[in-house]
Structure formats: structure tokens, C-alpha cells
């Protein structure tokens, strides 16, 4: 994992791309580009994660659709404003890119680890197959008084705990990257296939509670 740049929201990811570079924004003439990484799951499937990079750290040539790479970084979050209102946009902000020549030597593709606070109440609900699953919306503080707004699940016996958990207590968690396509309907009747990127909590722990004074005001204002 990453060490010593933003302690409390660290990515590794490894995986194979799929898209060509794409170019994103700029800041005082950096330039960055946006590209999708095919991440392995245990299952034999795969989660599809929006990565963005500097132009400072490759050259648009060094990315091309079937290399495979490792991405150490954070997960970050931003507000997309346009006709259909503001849209909560996530990808992985890369910090250091690793260049991979055999599939093999991936190992544990897919981690992630935040520290942060408790945004809404968390949301207790069971699948129709009976699992229990809990969303929990994560404020990750990072510098320049900015914060990252995560959308987390927890599951079974997790998901049972952290119900009873309160908006400003302060969490970690430990888990992966997910990708997930739904489908939504719009008022005219037309049906469009989106994805969405959450992560799937293994653990957690409680680090403080609201009432202990943790919560900064800026923590959970989502309009950053």
C-alpha cells in the first residue's frame, strides 16, 4: 500500500487496461488523463475502476488497451454538475503507476483502506437472496480542507454492526474496490446502463464516536 503520502485513504489496484487514455483537466498546466483498469476478483470475474493519472508521471504512449499495471493511490470523489442535476463522480487518483510482464505476478489486486467519518445514517437493508448489507456514505479528509465522499457496504455481521452506528463517528475500514451496473429509467421511458463504485467493506473499527468531538463541520458538507 501507500505509505507516508495520505495515511488515511490508500489504493493499490493491479489489472489490465482497458481503455485509451482520455484526457481529463488541468491544473497550473499539469495535465491529467482518465483511463479504465479491469481489476480481478476471486470470483473469476472482474470490477471495471476509473483510474486518473498525470501526464507527469507516463507518456500517453506507455498506456495502451491490454498492459498490465499497478496503481497505488487514493480514492477520490468530485462534484459533476449537468442537466440531470450533481452527480457524485469517483475514480483512483494515481500516485504511482508499476508496470507488469505476467499476469502471475498479481497479487492481492484490490485493496483499499479509509479513515473517515459517517456522512448520513447508515442504511440497514436486506437483499431479495436475504443478505444483510449496510450503505454507508464515508467523509475522507484530505489536505487544502478538501474531503473524498465514499459510498460503502458492509456485509452479514458488519452490516449488523455498523447500523447502529451514528452520522460523525469516525471509522476505518479495510476492503476493495467494486464496480457495480445498474440501469436507469428516465422519464421518457428510455432504459441506460450505468455503473457505479462503492467499496465492499472485510473490516472495520469504531475510532471515535460524534459525541466525542471528532466531527469537523467540513467533514460531512459533501459540496466541496
Not at 493511490?73 to 504511482?96: H, I, M, W
Request: glycine share 6%; with cysteine; proline share 3%.
Amino acid at each position: 500500500m501507500v505509505g507516508n503520502i495520505i495515511e488515511n485513504n490508500m489504493v493499490t489496484i493491479s489489472g489490465k487496461v482497458i481503455s485509451n487514455l482520455e484526457f481529463s483537466h488541468e491544473v497550473y498546466g499539469e495535465g491529467f488523463y482518465n483511463f479504465i483498469l479491469e481489476v480481478p476478483r476471486l470470483s473469476e470475474s472482474n470490477d471495471r475502476i476509473p483510474v486518473t493519472i498525470s501526464e507527469r508521471l507516463i507518456s500517453k504512449e506507455q498506456i495502451k488497451i491490454g498492459q498490465l499495471v499497478e496503481i497505488e493511490g487514493q480514492f477520490r470523489s468530485y462534484n459533476s454538475y449537468n442537466s440531470e442535476g450533481n452527480k457524485l463522480v469517483l475514480t483512483v487518483f494515481a500516485r504511482e503507476i508499476n508496470f507488469i510482464d505476467d499476469e502471475k505476478k498479481i497479487k492481492n489486486p484490490n485493496q483499499i483502506f479509509l479513515n473517515g467519518f459517517i456522512c448520513k445514517k447508515p442504511v440497514y437493508r436486506t437483499t431479495p437472496f436475504g443478505r444483510e448489507i449496510t450503505d454507508i456514505l464515508l467523509a475522507v479528509n484530505r489536505p487544502y480542507n478538501k474531503s473524498d465522499y465514499i459510498p460503502c457496504i458492509a456485509w452479514g455481521r458488519n452490516a449488523r454492526y455498523s447500523e447502529g452506528l451514528s452520522t460523525g463517528d469516525n471509522i476505518k475500514i479495510w476492503g476493495r474496490i467494486q464496480s457495480r451496473t445498474y440501469q436507469k429509467k428516465y422519464d421518457t421511458g428510455e432504459v441506460v446502463e450505468k455503473v457505479a463504485y462503492e467499496v465492499s467493506i472485510s473490516k472495520m473499527e469504531v475510532v471515535k464516536t460524534a459525541q466525542e468531538g471528532f466531527l469537523r463541520e467540513k467533514d460531512c458538507d459533501t459540496e466541496n
